[in-house]
């Protein structure tokens, strides 16, 4: 018996001119900064732009732009509030900052529960924060969105890089669409680009390390002056 609200999904994502799905082999590579400055920048430069935080274990974006009392309004679906210029939802509304480890059919149900009533509306972008590795969270998105396309993010670490290139190899086996690769925090002597455009994809560009960053964690106008932020801009351009 086929769900009703994968069909659901369809129409709820309909008016979104582009899904990135901001992603990455490991974890505490800068994923979830990225796609909260990502997310912000696009709305500044006039495009109507969502932020979905779809890490179900560790949401963290909600810290990063310092999201307090807003709440999403439910009128025959729900509706992400919106906050610093952006349509915002984490499943830090519902889990309230508890870890909710979901396992296979478990994940999925709440994957097509969240996709099948959120009411983003008409959007130019929504940014989607997943969860890092390769996993059911990836799987279900190019299952039943369909139309994303994944931005991969990895530091200069050799460590790194390695989880990106099965990921990378994964994606094109499943003929998921791959934006491009973004390495933070770079290092000097790093070989990413190389290995990147080895690999056929697209390297939209590197962030240096920014200490300030951490400074400015809960303070959007801090953040957006930081050089991680002007990093940002500089592959905006590429990606428009």
Not at 64 to 86: F, N, Q, S, Y
Not at 195 to 216: A, K, M, Q, T
């Amino acid at each position: 018996m086929i769900d009703p609200r994968v069909s659901i999904i369809q129409d709820r994502v309909g008016d979104i001119n582009r899904i990135i799905a901001v992603t990455s082999g490991k974890g505490g590579v800068g994923k979830s900064l990225l796609a909260s400055t990502l997310a912000l920048l696009l709305a500044r430069r006039g495009r109507s732009t969502g932020l979905f935080d779809l890490d179900f274990t560790s949401p963290s974006t909600h810290f990063i732009l310092g999201v307090r009392e807003t709440w999403p309004i439910e009128d025959k679906g729900i509706i992400p509030p919106l906050i610093h210029g952006l349509r915002y939802m984490s499943v830090v509304y519902y889990s309230k900052n508890r870890a909710m480890p979901l396992r296979g059919i478990e994940f999925s149900n709440a994957f097509i529960e969240l996709f099948s009533v959120i009411k983003w509306g008409s959007l130019d972008f929504l940014i989607v924060d997943m969860p890092p590795g390769i996993g059911d969270a990836m799987l279900d998105l190019i299952r039943f969105v369909k139309r994303a396309e994944f931005l991969i993010v990895t530091t200069s670490s050799p460590l790194a890089f390695e989880t990106v290139r099965k990921l990378i190899s994964m994606l094109n086996e499943l003929e998921a669409p791959i934006l491009g690769v973004v390495e933070n925090m770079k290092m000097e002597g790093s070989v990413v680009k190389q290995e990147v455009l080895r690999l056929g994809v697209n390297f939209l560009g590197e962030i240096p390390y920014d200490p300030v960053v951490e400074n400015s964690l809960g303070n959007v106008c801090e953040l957006l002056k930081t050089v991680f932020a002007d990093s940002v801009n500089k592959i905006i351009e590429k990606m428009e």
